[in-house]
T-cell receptor
């Protein structure tokens, strides 16, 4: 199973862009990268996902390197409410069209006023 | 859309008793549901994957006789912790995957179990 490596924690000033890196050097060609975040004592919230192209939605942008061994989640204008643990996940196929998420340790992002 | 609920949100039970946690997809049919466990300051650990109408697939090291999973309908899965012990105290989170071709998992709010 592919695994992800993320920095344990990061700080970001409010209003600035938060760039959260993730290494997934053993990712396979058909495995997607997903990003979720978890605010204390809540269930994870979906942010964005991608395969090989850069993706953008109303929450964030996802930049995936050409070799797909790493990616960066960008929150363009971080707010205090973005303080959370951010998980970079590789979706692994387990047969029969079913997939599972393999959670890494995540990055604890603290947005500072 | 894509709302997943869990009930109860928290539960305290005595050692040796069993506890059932429900996971419901409120506005979509969930072909696959997942159960995770999270200890304080740790990441989510997948316990099992269940498809509607079939037996759950448990991750290595998870006791299937202790953590009973039933996915009886496309909108409901239950996790029963049998003969609970204090070490089973944890945050249990379910997620659901809906339509074919869409692989995002939508997570419930979690259930905090405390075994005394």
């Amino acid at each position: 199973d592919a695994k992800t490596t993320q920095p344990t924690s990061m700080d970001c000033a409010e209003g600035r862009a938060a760039n959260l890196p993730c290494n997934h050097s053993t990712i396979s060609g058909n495995e997607y990268v997903y990003w979720y975040r978890q605010i204390h004592s809540q269930g994870p919230q979906y942010i964005i996902h991608g395969l090989k192209n850069n993706e953008t939605n109303e929450m964030a942008s996802l930049i995936i390197t050409e070799d797909r061994k790493s990616s960066t989640l960008i929150l363009p204008h971080a707010t205090l409410r973005d303080t959370a643990v951010y998980y970079c996940i590789v979706r692994a196929g387990i047969g029969g069209g079913t997939y599972k998420y393999i959670f890494g340790t995540g990055t604890r992002l603290k947005v500072l006023a | 859309g894509a709302v997943v609920s869990q009930h109860p949100s928290w539960v305290i039970c005595k050692s040796g008793t069993s506890v059932k946690i429900e996971c419901r997809s409120l506005d979509f049919q969930a072909t696959t549901m997942f159960w995770y466990r999270q200890f304080p300051k740790q990441s989510l650990m997948l316990m099992a994957t269940s498809n509607e109408g079939s037996k759950a697939t448990y991750e290595q090291g998870v006791e299937k006789d202790k953590f009973l999973i039933n996915h009886a309908s496309l909108t409901l899965s239950t996790l029963t912790v049998t003969s609970a012990h204090p070490e089973d105290s944890s945050f249990y989170i379910c997620s659901a995957r809906g339509l074919a071709g869409h692989y995002e998992q939508y997570f419930g709010p979690g259930t905090r179990l405390t075994v005394t």
